[in-house]
Every structure is written in C-alpha cells, then in structure tokens.
C-alpha cells in the first residue's frame, strides 16, 4: 500500500468520528507505539466503541507499514456469526475484505481462509487482512461433532493423506456423522473444490504445508490410529458412540492450532470480551494453550473492547458465600492481563494498595487521597480508556441523549429513604443488605415496587406482626402520603430521578393544565 493511499483512508475513516472518539484512537494508538501491546476501551455502552476499533485499525495499519510489514492481519472477535456479520463491514476500511456474509468463523477452518486471503490479489492490494471469529465455536473445543463446514474441511486435507488413501469412503461416512442432506447437498463440494484451487493457487504448497503440520503434530500418531479404528467399525455401519465424538474432537483441536500456527495476526480486536473471559485465561487446558498460543506474539496488538470489562462490586452476602471478592479478583485478572509484564504488573498493585489502604484509613479533612486517587487513575490510564457519555454531553460533542447535561441533585431524603428501608428490611431477619440500585430505582418504595421480593419479605414480616407496624409507618419517605395528595400538599422529594423528571416535564406550568398531548418523546 503507498502512502497516499494509507493517508487517503485515515483521512476519511477519521473525519466521520466524534471528537472524543478521534482522541481514544489517538491514545490507542499511543499506547500501541510505547510498548502497551494490549488496551482497553471501556467507554459507556453506546458511544461508538466499533467506530474507535475503526480507528484503531487504521492508525495500526500505519504503524505496521513504518515497521516493515506487507500484510497487515486483523482478527475480530466476538460472540457470535450474527455480530461478525454486523460489524466487519464497520471495520473494514478498505472495502476489500466484506463481501458477502461471513462464515467460517471456527478456528479450526483458518488455514483455508488465510491461504484465500493472503493469494487474493485484493486482499494483497488492500494490504488490510480482516479475520472474524467466533471464540464460543472457534475456542470452546466441546465433546461435540462440531459443524458439517468443518468436517468437510476436514475431510477434504486427510484424505489427500498417505495414512488414509485406502479409507475414503469409511473415513467420508464417519465425518457425515447425522448431517446426510446438507454433507451430500453442499458442504463435501464446496470445500473440495475451494481446496483444490487454492492447491492450483498455490501451486500445491497448500494443503502440503497443512499436511506437514499435521505429520508433526505431537499427538497425530495416536490421533490416526483411533481414527483408523473407528474407520474400520463405521465401514459396517456401527452407530456413532462417545468414542466417535472425542476422536472427532481431537481432530478439532488438532486443526485448531495449525491454524492458530499460521494466522500469525498484528491486531486482535476483541468485541464485549466479557463475554468470553476464558481467552484470558492461562491454565493447561487445550482450551487455554490455545488461546495462549494465539494471543502471545511478541508483536500482537490486542484492543479490548467492552463498557463492563469486570464486576464492579461484590455485595457482603456473596463475599461472604464466596469467600472471595469476585469484582476485585475480576477486576486484577483484566489489569493483569493488560500489562503482561512483570514490573509493569508489579507496580500498577502497588499502586492501587497503597490507594486502598488509604480509603480504608481515610480521615475528614485528608486531602492527601486525591493524589493517592490521581496516581491510581494514571496507572490505569497506561492501559485503559473510557468515556462516559455525561463527560462529553456538556461540549456538544454527543447529541444523541442531550437532555443529559447534569449530575442527579442528591437531596437528604434520598439517603434517608435508603436508611429507613435498609431498616425495615433487617427486622425481618433478612441475610441480604438493601442493593443501592434498588433505592435508587423508585421513589416511595413502599407504595410502589410490587411483586419485588425484598418488599414482599417485608410486607410478609408485617402481616405476621403488625403491632409493630404503627411504629414504622411513621417513616413517611417510604409511603405516599394519601392526606396530603387529598390536600394537594407538596409530597416530601425522596428519589433524585424522579425530580429529575419532573424538572423536564413540568416546564412552563404543563401540570396545571387538565390535559396536554404528549410532546416530548
């Protein structure tokens, strides 16, 4: 790709973000070009976090170019063939890649699909390599038979095999497994002949260089003698059994790191990871050596994309129940997975220690803790971006929910109400404390929120002892007072959404008209 051309497509994939968007990509790629490999955009749910990775990509593809490369490859991940098809039309900047609908999004099929890709003089001339996957059928490696497209595929590489020359139609049976129609309609031929012309392509360096792959592969030796078995046993149509399926699976994984092998990709984008936290795992199952394999070279760039990247509370019950708090260790697992170094790991727990003893220690009147808060949000920043909408509502910059330009006003009722049900809650010898968001949620909790089980515990307690509800009825910023909408007197203000509301409704006297029609969506 000339320069001109990588100028031409920052220019214009950059002209169509927002201004906030424009300065993530621009931190993006900071990062990526001073030793932070993997970054974390967490901006709030929809402000564009498709359009960053965009972004993300052009401005990585540049910086590939200064390195030296000749083809930049781009895996995107997320969690489902649906998305995939959504989005890689978004992230395809050159408008090489998206044709049709994507498919083959199971890792154990990319050794076809890179070998399309990289001999695709489009693809070659658009320098940008877009790779779609789909971690729970392309990682998740199951007891399952996996797809028919993957079978095909399967079957199209091991039977140009020497091992399994004399085998073709008991090793075709036993890769039909139950899919009869759609193996004889169309998956045996389209793969067939894909891979007979990538083999006229590549003037049979592929599926050779596959085959190799496989010769070498640790365990082929005990792989192609259970297969060979179960090949003798299908040949006089024995029904398949768990034994065929973990043959099958074997085959999966087997496939799945060749191709993890030959991917080889300068940029993982991985959409909503929190969906498949999995690939941040590092244990010793296939599962995780796979995700290991693919997600450790020394040159991939890695952008998470997700607004919940970790838990972001654990509440005392389940700490209690647990013995754990989730949302911390949740939390430490994504930073630790960010800054996969060790002094960096090192020194960024340090920092958020010594930040956490301070809260824990804290004093009115200490003001040392907004320097311990300060150093904890830059030790952050090394690794993570976010966003969030009310930020940017005030500079005009994000028009899509403009009546949003202020913090809620907290009043003393809204902490009150909170007390007061926090109270009436533990005299029903309840295990769970009040959720904050619950309180939050309506005003007057008492006459509202039915059918709520935390107020339908209470109401159950109170039935069975109503001498000491005259007591508790008192704590009138629970209940609507009737007497005083009887009156028309003002009702205490007990829920800061509410008032809110109310501000934005009741402008210009609207309330004391009989009846307006609906104006404001």
Known sequence: MSQFNIDEIEKRTLSGLKDFQRATVERVDYLFRHNQNRVLVADEVGMGKTLIARGAIVKTARLRIEE???????????????????????????????????????????????????????????????????????????????????????????????????????????????????????????????????????????????IEKILNYQEYESIRDMLLNHLHERRYNKQLTYSNYYVMNKLRVMFARISVSMLEPDLVIMDEFQRFKFLLSSDDSELGILAHSFLSGHDTRVLLLSATPYKLYSTLEEIDENQ?????????????????????????????????????????????????????ENAMYQGVSRTERISVMDSGDYTDDSSVKHHLQIDENDINSYIQMSRLLSKTDSNHSLPVDYAKSCPYLMSFMKKYKIKEQIEKYYIKHPDEFGSEREQCLLWLNRNKINKYDELPKTNARLEALKEKAFTGGAEKYLWIPPSLP
């Open 324 to 376: 754990i708090d989730e949302h911390y260790a949740e939390f430490f697992q994504v930073m630790n997975f960010l800054f996969d170094d060790e002094v960096k790991d090192i020194k960024f727990k340090e920092v958020w220690k010594n930040y956490s003893h301070a809260l824990s220690e804290l004093k009115a009147g200490d003001s040392a803790i907004i320097r311990m808060k300060e150093l904890a």
């Open 68 to 210: 030296k490369d000749d083809l930049f490859k781009v895996i995107y991940i997320c969690s489902n063939q649906n998305i995939a098809n959504q989005n890689i039309r978004k992230l395809d900047v050159t408008g090489k890649n998206a044709i049709g609908s994507v498919s083959d999004t199971r890792l154990s099929m990319q050794h076809l699909k890179i070998t399309e890709q990289e001999n695709d003089p489009q693809i070659k001339e658009g320098f940008i390599q877009l790779i779609p996957l789909t971690p729970e059928t392309s990682f998740r490696m199951t007891t399952g038979g996996g797809s028919v497209q993957e079978r095909a595929l399967m079957y199209a590489i091991l039977r140009r095999m020497p091992d399994f020359k004399g085998h073709a139609a008991s090793l075709e049976k036993f890769m039909i497994m139950d899919a009869v129609k759609a193996w004889d309609g169309w998956a045996k031929w389209n793969f067939e002949n894909r891979v007979a012309e990538c083999e006229k392509m590549t003037k049979g360096v592929y599926p050779q260089n596959v």
